[in-house]
């Protein structure tokens, strides 16, 4: 099914398949925050910053309709309960798709949640929430997302945590005609994110602090209606485009979900009473 999927794309796709990792000056722009976000060293070090008057955010300067996109990243340290450190792929408009890690700042001592999820022509509801194995504030860390006509894959450290597949087959939409642009923020929202928003953020920690580095984009650039990909690009060049999971990377998502995951959507019968949402039930049944 996902060669089928990947030829019909690359027999649509023009121009050429880019990559790159280079200078952060070039690759994304500060879009809001008031000089709270930066770009430092010579465009190879970003942070945003958060105080109690305003957070801060970026965005690639290119758009992707497919792509497999990394950024390394060292979340806010100390006492970060209350502080949302966004990192996620979305088209525009009011029916859009976007893909979604959001980590949740925590009280010192205790582990940050990765919060994923996916939304489709404008509809979500499909939380999968984690702790991490390491701390993610001692250093830096690499975020990715896949993102190819056969699945959605979310990666830390090269280590997949959530899959998203194709099932327009069995009826559940996905995200492969809307091109995405990857954002960034750091924003408050001590009305929810840490511990359903029992635990409020703490001023006098403030600014909190989030730094990125090491952008890469292998993708699918879309420009005026366009795509950049060509059909004769080598294998080496477009390989995430057929990306799947293999046995190792399929034992090690699973070895991630059964130890750290500590919500799923597709669990939770309460939440969905008529039933739960059919990539839930597609899934269960392959």
């Not at 990243?73 to 009011?94: D, M």
Request: aromatic share 14%; net charge positive; glycine share 8%.
């Amino acid at each position: 099914m996902a060669v089928n999927y990947v030829l019909a794309f690359l027999l649509i796709c023009t121009p050429f398949m880019v990559a790159f990792a280079g200078n952060l000056y070039q690759d994304v722009g500060i879009t809001w925050g008031n000089g709270r976000g930066n770009i430092l060293n010579n465009g190879q070090l970003l942070t945003l910053s958060l105080d109690r008057t305003s957070g801060s955010g970026f965005q690639s300067n290119s758009q992707y309709l497919y792509g497999k996109i990394d950024m390394q990243i060292k979340l806010v340290p100390g006492n970060s309960a209350g502080t949302v450190t966004a990192y996620y792929l979305r088209s525009e408009g009011l029916s859009w798709d976007e893909l979604d890690f959001e980590f949740l700042g925590n009280l010192s001592g205790h582990p940050y949640v990765v919060h994923t999820n996916v939304y489709t022509q404008g509809k979500g509801d499909r939380e999968q929430q984690f702790y991490l194995w390491f701390d993610p504030t001692a250093d830096f860390h690499t975020y990715s997302f896949l993102w190819n006509p056969a699945h959605a894959v979310f990666y830390i450290d090269g280590r997949p945590i959530r899959e998203f597949k194709n099932l327009e087959s069995e009826g559940v939409p996905y995200p492969k005609n809307q091109a995405m642009r990857l954002y960034s923020s750091l924003w408050n929202a001590d009305d929810w994110a840490t511990r359903g928003g029992l635990v409020k953020t703490d001023w006098t920690q403030a600014p909190f602090t989030a730094s990125f580095r090491n952008f890469k984009a292998s993708g699918c650039v879309w420009s005026n209606g366009v795509s950049s990909c060509k059909s004769n690009s080598s294998a080496s060049d477009n390989a995430w485009l057929s990306q799947q999971l293999d046995n190792t990377n399929q034992k090690k998502l699973k070895w991630v979900q059964k130890k750290y995951m500590i919500y799923n959507y597709c669990n939770d019968v309460k939440r969905f009473p008529q039933g739960l949402p059919l990539e839930c039930t597609v899934r269960t049944k392959s």
